[in-house]
């Protein structure tokens, strides 16, 4: 999930459980393991290793979470990738972008009904935003923006985020990234806006547990307790907003697990950090590639 759409990112944390896929073989997540770290992942053929670390994108400065398993996955990398090119989250042309995708003439308040109206301006008021403000925004922008300043509120700041610690300790390997800025802004501003709207509505509800929920989330990634991520979070996203996950998650894996295909077809360790949700779940980027024949395990303290 992507840094500069923080608030989807902790609302897309993971793939959702279905039958039906090839699996990932979890047996190593004992309690211990799960207690510990951020689940990772080894793709292997006979002369390349890919590492998947799942990232969370904005944290509480507070929580521990880095391992001696990741110090060493980082140790013996040779390339490491990220969802976007270094420094993109800066780049001055980002808000011009955001205003240019993001804001609309025409009032949000027009396309929402009634109820959901209703809920906007009550979590507006509890946050201290102004509707007018709001109802300048696309949807999709108004569902970033509410539990942005509900996770800044609460604590959590994006400088403690997985990609912001990760990238001074990698900034000596040569860096590759699977998208752009623009192309991110773009998935969610080219959604229909009965997508947007469900996703608006999908943000509103989840807004009533708030911190505590955000917190949760966040706690259950740093031990790795994949089960409760899968199953609260992103199995309500695929009911509610089935075409935003199918957009968010599905196709972004696929074309990732062909981006790292080609990579494995030569040789050396590559270190990946995307979020979470991409690396569980039977649309899941390890899935894909143990689908194409890859050896697929987990790695944890016990390796």
Known sequence: MTRILLAISTALILAA???GAPTVDLADLDETTLRSEPVMFSVTDEDSEIILFGTFHILPTDIEWKSQTLADAIARSDEAWFELPAGAQDDPALQQLTMQFGMSQDPLSGKL???????????????GLPMEALNQMQPWLASVTLPVVQMMGAGFDLTAGAEAMLE?????????????????LRFFADMDQKTQVDMLKLTLDGM??????ITRMA???ATGSVDMLEEEVIATMKRGAPDMYAIMFTNRNMAWTERLTQEIKGSGVDF???????????DSVPVMLAAKGYDVRVLTTKE
Do not use: I, M
């Open 17 to 19: 459980c279905s039958g």
């Open 113 to 127: 009904d009634a109820v959901t109206l209703a809920q906007l301006e009550t979590e507006a008021e509890k946050l």
């Open 168 to 184: 001074p300790r990698v900034e000596y390997l040569p860096r590759k990234s699977f998208e752009t800025a623009e192309q991110q």
């Open 208 to 213: 009533e547990e708030g911190t505590e929920l």
């Open 219 to 221: 706690q259950s990634w």
């Open 272 to 282: 990946v950090a995307v979020g979470a949700g991409h690396l569980l779940g039977p």
